[in-house]
């Protein structure tokens, strides 16, 4: 079957984010327009992999609108007609004139990286966006013609309370974005943020289930659905999901393309070198890691990401690595229910979804 994700990867940002550890480059703006020769020449080489008409085509980073706006508009105008074409921006990025030209080059859902409202937190965070402008990149992105636009926030951020997540919450709702995606902070081990910050972040660490039923509780009583465990989006009228990530979740192949891309394709997945000198120097296919992905693999993979899920995950998706007896007991204890060939998590198991599917693994 042929694939119908597609995965775009710009790595350039202005300055690099103390927790992050995304494959991503810091200013390089000479370097723009040879890095989008290497992607348009890796779409040419996978294009075979790729169904006529994609559902989805995603360019992530990095900061995509950091990316040169001629470079950035010669990308889209070469990219595959698509059902949903999304990219990321960092909300100090969006003007008028790059809102336009997202607009006119296909572009029809924009994730803004807002992160947080409250400035001590954004320092913390090492963002240059400030709450001013993450309204402006709203009221300009829907004066350009993009009505679906979400807005990621973090929580569990050093020095961060209840009360400031509360005002974030609020003020994201105010906004009235299509589409919200919280997340915990994830501060991976060795990063500089790690070092600095380390006893705060495990401080905040016992507050987090705390901090995700606030934001529930306050997102569902705004009207948003809560259907992925970080993502939420309006009810009513359109079907306003993140159909991307949905791809992912759903267990769905994507073909990813840039440097550091992963593509999960029939039963296999490779990973492209994070350098960027090598992706741009490759004369044909750039280096890359290749795995097979054994029955099992895929089986597990769908299990963990279909439970993250409002909708009941098919039995016969997941095969024999299901613990029977596990799951019997998880259902006693209410933190799950079974269907006719189905299970799904209650509320109270996504609360603790990573424990309740580490233990239905046989």
């Known amino acids: 079957m042929a694939v119908r994700h597609l995965y775009v990867h710009l790595p350039f940002c202005s300055s690099r984010c103390g927790y992050c550890d995304f494959v991503t480059v810091v200013g390089r703006t000479d370097e723009h327009a040879g890095y989008v020769d290497a992607l348009l020449r890796e779409l040419e080489l996978e294009g075979d992999l790729l169904d006529e008409h ?3 085509v995603y360019l992530g980073g990095g900061t995509p609108t950091l990316t040169q706006p ?3 508009e010669r990308l889209l105008a070469a990219l595959p007609a698509c059902t949903e074409l999304t990219i990321e921006a960092n909300p100090e990025t969006v003007t008028p004139g790059l809102a336009a030209l997202l607009a006119e080059n296909g572009v029809d859902r924009v994730s803004l990286g807002a992160q947080s409202f409250q400035p001590h937190l954004l320092r913390m965070l090492d963002r240059r966006a400030r709450p001013g402008d993450v309204r402006r990149a709203l009221h300009a992105l829907r004066r350009a013609g993009i009505d679906n636009c979400s807005l990621d926030l973090i929580y569990g951020i050093p020095g961060q309370s209840t009360d400031d997540l509360a005002r974030d919450v609020a003020e994201a709702v105010a906004l009235e974005p299509e589409h919200i995606s919280a997340y915990e902070l994830e501060a991976k081990p060795g990063t500089r943020f790690t070092h600095a910050h380390g006893a ?3 401080r905040q660490a016992e507050s987090m289930e705390r901090y995700f039923e606030l934001v529930v509780a306050t997102l569902r009583a705004a009207g948003y659905r809560w259907y992925e465990t970080a993502n939420f989006c309006l009810e009513g009228g359109r079907d306003l999901r993140a159909r991307h990530n949905l791809g992912y979740w ?3 192949d994507y073909l990813g393309i ?3 891309a992963v593509s999960t394709v029939d039963g296999r ?11 741009v120097r490759a004369p044909g296919r750039p280096p890359r890691t290749v795995e097979e992905l054994p029955a099992a693999v895929r089986q597990t993979e769908r299990l963990m990401l279909g439970l993250r899920l409002d909708r009941p995950l098919p039995l016969d998706d997941v095969g024999e690595i299901l613990d029977v007896g596990a799951a019997a007991r998880l259902e006693q204890g209410g933190l799950l229910v079974t269907g006719d060939r189905h299970i799904a998590l ?3 198991g996504r609360f603790v979804g990573g424990a309740v599917t580490a233990r239905l693994l046989a």
């Open 54 to 56: 994609l559902e989805t």
């Open 70 to 72: 001629r470079a950035l």
């Open 200 to 202: 705060e972040l495990e």
């Open 250 to 252: 759903l267990g769905h």
């Open 258 to 260: 840039g440097v550091g």
């Open 269 to 279: 997945r490779w990973r492209n070198t994070p350098s960027l000198g090598r992706y």
């Open 346 to 348: 209650t509320d109270r």
